[in-house]
């Protein structure tokens, strides 16, 4: 995998992994305030860690939905690349060994290359919903 992959992947998996925390977090503090009755209280909590939060007892489950749906989405890209890298391996091996390489190996790396082209974007839109930035990449 390409160190623009593995950084990419390494970022998905510390935002995702702080989201679903502060999901659980959020949702203990809310909870808690809705109990006595102090909603505005929590509404300012939540706005000055993470502005645009929205007090919603539902919210974490949602956030967490989301966060297993994003690692679903992380494995296919991961797995795939795999399957490219390790083709691409096998083309090398029979290369330096002056042999043609199986049809299978070429089909498959070619295969690989191409939906690993085709899903970077898409990682990369879902990193930047986590705050992956231009400058990171």
């Known amino acids: 995998m390409t160190a623009q992959g593995e950084d990419i992947l390494a970022y998905l ?18 909870c808690d305030v809705h109990a006595i009755g102090l909603t505005d209280l929590a509404d300012i909590l ?23 749906a994003d690692r679903k989405a992380m494995a296919l890209y991961s797995d795939t690349v795999a399957i490219r890298d390790k083709s691409a391996a096998l083309l090398r091996d029979a290369q330096d ?3 043609h390489p199986a ?11 191409r939906e690993a082209a085709m ?5 990369q839109l879902l990193a ?9 990449r």
């Open 46 to 68: 939540m706005a000055t860690e993470v502005p645009g939060a929205v007090c919603d007892c539902t919210g974490p489950a949602s956030v967490l939905r989301r966060c297993a």
């Open 128 to 136: 930047e919903g986590y705050g992956w930035t231009e400058g990171e």
């Open 103 to 113: 049809p299978s190996a070429l089909d498959d790396w070619n295969r690989a290359n």
């Open 13 to 30: 998996d510390s935002a995702i992994t702080k989201a679903a925390g502060d999901a659980n977090r959020w949702h203990d503090i809310e």
């Open 119 to 123: 899903m970077l974007p898409l990682v």
């Open 97 to 99: 060994r002056s042999v």
